[in-house]
């Protein structure tokens, strides 16, 4: 059974909800149809002992990033919400969370920048971090220990192989088997959109804010959404205490980026099914959750609403691969993925280049494979360039 993310409380659809804003949650004297940019770093108090302002540091708290706080909760299911400066902030302030001595249980295919900071905490902080393949629950199991284990890291689907975890088995089993530790989801392949991970089970969610809530590669922004307000209470904490927290303009850039984020992915999402059935008639081997062939096509269904616009493939040749991703006109070679135009990139030498190569071999990361961001660009212009590019690059392709 697939998860209904088409409706909230209010009984509104999901896109009627990205694009409303809470009017209760800034007071605007004048009636705003847009949210102000509070551009100030401090806020007058009344009293000399500085009591009675909502608000008195923009580090602890501005109106514009409330705004985007509340609307993000609301979006996300969750009791708070955080911005702050990026993705990968968002993960450093969650991973505070976890003490010398404590275990982090990670997947083995995850994205580039997740590995990197999990391995300066593992090197620098006391902290024994688990690799393991995520689409087993078994093999997440192995590993929990209910005094040592802090967070399990899921990524559903992963970057870049796009494999699927059981985000409801695993969260099921973790908190039978260790109350204490926290089930943390990167959402950011999905969006709130496509996937609520905190009704699936986990007690953190956090994205990316500069991919698809945002949809323009127009600002760095990280999003975190949490289960239990006691949980949010120790991540404000070190939000405050760190000032990792988002700046007023970029907060009103990502409250702007995700009015639209449904009509975007609905495009991004239609155009990606016309490519992976292309590539795979193709006969390359494509990693795409919206194709049957897809190993757990069936368990992705019955955790979001679709597939998403990131898709991966191999050619089985790294020269081929160089080849047709420098041939590629419309798409660009690039990092990242959400954005409105569509992008190309060799993730082996440039998202994921930061993994060592012994590790990406033990993990079986193919160092050929090709990744796909989807766009917002008519379908067939896509495809064509895509052939075009396949073509240049030396293989016959059906029309």
């Not at 009344?46 to 609307?71: F, K, L, M, Q």
């Not at 968002?90 to 590995?115: C, F, H, M, S």
């Not at 209910?146 to 985000?167: F, G, Q, W």
Request: proline content about 4%; glycine content about 8%.
């Amino acid at each position: 059974m697939a998860v209904d993310t088409t409706s909230t409380k209010s009984g509104y659809h999901l896109a009627t909800e990205l694009v409303h804003i809470d009017s209760d949650a800034v007071k605007d004297n004048y009636n705003a149809a847009s949210v102000p940019i509070y551009q100030t770093a401090t806020f007058k108090q009344n009293s000399a002992d500085g009591s009675g302002g909502e608000y008195d540091y923009s580090r602890s708290g501005n109106p514009t990033r409330t705004a985007v706080e509340v609307h993000m909760a609301k979006i996300m299911k969750a009791e708070r919400a955080f911005v702050v400066s990026t993705g990968m902030t968002a993960l450093d302030v969650i991973l505070r969370l976890v003490k010398t001595g404590q275990e982090v249980i990670a997947g083995d295919d995850i994205y580039g920048g997740t590995n990197r900071l999990l391995t300066y905490v593992s090197q620098y902080s006391g902290v024994k971090v688990h690799n393991v393949d995520t689409t087993d629950p078994l093999r997440v199991e192995e590993k929990l220990d209910p005094i040592k284990t802090r967070l399990v890291l899921l990524e559903s689907p992963t970057n870049p192989l796009i494999k699927i975890a059981d985000i409801r088995a695993i969260a099921a089993r973790v908190h039978e088997i260790c109350p204490s530790a926290l089930v943390v989801v990167d959402n950011t392949m999905m969006s709130p959109y496509l996937q609520n991970t905190l009704e699936l089970g986990a007690d953190i969610e956090y994205h990316s804010g500069t991919k698809y809530l945002s949809g323009h590669h127009d600002l760095m922004a990280g999003v975190i959404g949490c289960r239990e307000q006691s949980v949010a209470e120790s991540l404000y904490f070190v939000i405050n205490a760190s000032g990792s927290g988002l700046g007023p303009f970029d907060s009103w850039l990502l409250l702007r980026g995700v009015k639209t984020l449904g009509i975007r992915m609905d495009k991004q999402q239609s155009n990606a099914i016309e490519i992976a059935d292309f590539l795979e008639a193709q006969g390359l081997k494509v990693h795409y959750p919206g194709l049957k062939s897809h190993a757990q096509y069936e368990l992705h269904k019955s955790l979001s609403s679709g597939p998403g616009a990131v898709l991966s493939f191999e050619t089985g040749d790294v020269g081929l691969s160089e080849r047709i991703v420098e041939s590629a006109r419309l798409w660009g070679i690039s990092v990242s993925f959400g954005c409105v135009n569509s992008l190309i990139s060799m993730p082996c030498k440039m998202s994921h280049a930061s993994i060592p190569a012994e590790i990406r071999k033990q993990r079986h990361l193919p160092e050929d494979l090709i990744r796909l961001c989807v766009g917002i660009e008519h379908p067939e212009d896509l495809i064509n360039d895509l052939a075009r590019a396949l073509e240049t690059a030396g293989l016959k392709v059906k029309r």
